[in-house]
């Protein structure tokens, strides 16, 4: 008896857990996609505690055994897509389920291998259920509307193919902010806003880097920077001297990166253009062919830019900026 109201206890402890970082996210925050969030997570954690529940009573199912496995993997998944900061409450619940779990027996290695397929099903579901509520909303634009505006970059990478263009529209900031603002924003009150997911992805590709020698020196010095186009005008425009940490110029709304590996040259530029409430930031991604693996290279790693890093990283940059101006109220001028 005491087990089995053990068995009852744990999955409510684990889902209460589990939605308690989607609560603390819809109060700190002002996003509308925070009741989404919430919503996303309240599916995903109450199916899999309803699979629990059932598992623990008809424990005569063979099948029901997955089901903890299944709820603890949900967890993880959530966790993965969730900020860093929400993380501990994910692991919590995560715990709790896989107490759960363990409950139910393990079964040898038979089991154990059905059990973990079971974990990678359960992160795959959650995380696609969760991602069209927080980095889906992030999406590449069409070409035209980022070519149309008026920038130093349209000169300098012609001739360059332009991979990919982003946008994040950033609300309120009042008259005349600059990416000096912007950068201000990003790199004060650090509260562990990236996504595991990001930083972990961040981490898998320098490490890969490291190991095959992507970014030798001998590779980025003998590659042509773009740098060397500037001309004087431009270089005393530039609120950061041209150079440091990969940055060609950053003029007021418009800065322009370089990064160069033994595989691809690639410039991203930012550009910071006035809208209606606030701010449209244009992300343009270009990738200059320097050897017979660029294509292969930019088509293996899209998935995962697409998928994880860009969307990630524009999640971040709206948070932070809300966080640091708030929008103003509506029918007031920008």
């Known amino acids: 008896m005491r087990a089995r109201l053990l068995r009852n206890t744990f999955p409510a402890i684990g889902a209460g857990a589990g939605l308690l970082p989607s609560a603390l996210h819809l109060v700190s925050e002002s996003s509308a996609a925070a009741p989404l969030l919430l919503v996303g997570s309240i599916a995903v954690v109450s199916v899999a505690t309803a699979g629990v529940m059932i598992g623990c009573r008809q424990s005569r199912w063979k099948a029901?055994?997955?089901?903890?496995?299944?709820?603890?993997?949900?967890?993880?998944?959530?966790g993965l897509i969730g900020p860093l900061r929400i993380a501990p409450y994910i692991l919590v619940a995560t715990f709790v389920f896989a107490a759960v779990a363990a409950m139910s027996g393990v079964g040898g290695i038979r089991?154990?291998?059905?059990?973990?397929?079971?974990?990678?099903?359960?992160?795959?579901?959650?995380?696609?259920?969760?991602?069209?509520?927080?980095?889906?909303?992030?999406?590449p634009i069409a070409h035209e509307s980022y070519l149309s505006t008026e920038l130093r970059s349209h000169t300098l990478l012609a001739g360059i193919p332009l991979h990919d263009v982003w946008i994040a529209h950033l609300s309120g900031g009042g008259q005349g902010r600059t990416l000096r603002d912007l950068n201000t924003a990003m790199a004060d009150g650090v509260t562990g806003d990236e996504t595991v997911v990001l930083m972990a992805?961040?981490?898998?590709?320098?490490?890969?880097?490291?190991?095959?020698?992507?970014?030798?020196?001998?590779?980025?010095?003998?590659?042509?920077?773009?740098?060397?186009r500037l001309t004087e005008t431009d270089r005393q425009r530039s609120i950061y001297p041209p150079g440091e940490h990969g940055v060609v110029y950053c003029f007021e709304r418009e800065a322009l990166l370089e990064i160069r590996t033994c595989v691809a040259h690639a410039f991203y530029v930012f550009a910071l253009e006035p809208e209606e409430g606030g701010y449209s930031l244009y992300w343009g991604a270009y990738a200059n062919r320097?050897?017979?693996?660029?294509?292969?290279?930019?088509?293996?790693i899209d998935p995962v830019r697409r998928l994880v890093v860009y969307p990630s990283v524009l999640q971040l940059i709206e948070h932070r900026w809300r966080a640091t101006w708030r929008a103003p109220p509506r029918g007031s001028a920008l």
């Open 64 to 78: 029901a055994k997955w089901v903890p496995w299944l709820g603890c993997g949900g967890l993880i998944g959530a």
């Open 111 to 139: 089991g154990m291998l059905t059990r973990a397929g079971a974990v990678l099903t359960g992160v795959i579901v959650s995380f696609a259920c969760l991602w069209p509520f927080t980095l889906g909303r992030h999406r």
């Open 201 to 228: 992805t961040l981490a898998m590709y320098e490490l890969v880097a490291r190991v095959l020698g992507l970014a030798r020196e001998e590779c980025v010095n003998t590659a042509s920077s773009i740098a060397q």
């Open 290 to 300: 320097v050897s017979p693996l660029t294509p292969y290279y930019m088509r293996l």
